[in-house]
């Protein structure tokens, strides 16, 4: 189309000069903005899309906040398997409230896995008891007590059974025949 106004690569400039390294450029920096960071583009005017950012940043590791030197479009990257780690295990606290069990994967971003320890569970009551992942249902967990032949335990029940109680109440001579109000979550 003869007459036309054109523009540079970078949009700054109209009919920019001939320029036989890079026809259609205005020879300044690009400074286009990025739609991953804040930094602008440092290259001459260019045709096509801006480069990943180069930008050098400091930022921690996930988990343990170990200073890490990485390139912006690193650090910025939504995947994953792209983002920095500092590559000693995680060591965060699993999800299962235990203070022992600790993540042994490498450093990652994200939940850690859920923890593949089994521990045995008592009901309310106390009469049974099943084996269940570590930490399932804690939080209905309830400290329980009974007296059998004058004898006191005490257990942290996490489950409804659906069995009446049967303990005796504080006089010693009726027994409960309460079900738990708690119905169990699985």
Not at 44 to 64: E, F, N
Request: charged share 20%.
């Amino acid at each position: 189309m003869i007459g036309a106004d054109s523009r540079c690569f970078c949009g700054r400039m109209t009919n920019p000069p001939t320029n036989q390294v890079a026809p259609h450029s205005c020879a300044d920096i690009c400074s286009r903005k990025r739609n991953t960071c804040s930094h602008s583009c440092p290259l001459p005017c260019h045709p096509g899309p801006c480069p990943p950012c180069q930008v050098a940043l400091v930022v921690p590791c996930p988990s343990h906040n170990y200073p890490l030197t990485v390139k912006c479009h690193m650090s910025s990257n939504k995947s994953t398997s792209m983002t920095p780690v500092c590559g000693t295990d995680c060591g965060r606290e699993l999800s299962c409230g235990n203070m022992d069990h600790m993540c042994d994967s490498p450093c990652h971003y994200g939940p850690c896995r859920p923890c593949e320890i089994m521990e045995t569970v008592r009901c309310y009551c106390g009469n049974h008891s099943k084996q269940e992942a570590c930490g399932w249902n804690k939080d209905k967990e309830l400290y329980s007590t009974r007296i059998i032949d004058g004898v006191e335990e005490h257990w942290k029940g996490r489950y409804n059974c659906g069995e009446p109680c049967d303990q005796f109440f504080d006089c010693g001579v009726h027994p409960c025949k309460e079900v738990s109000q708690f119905k169990e979550q699985g």
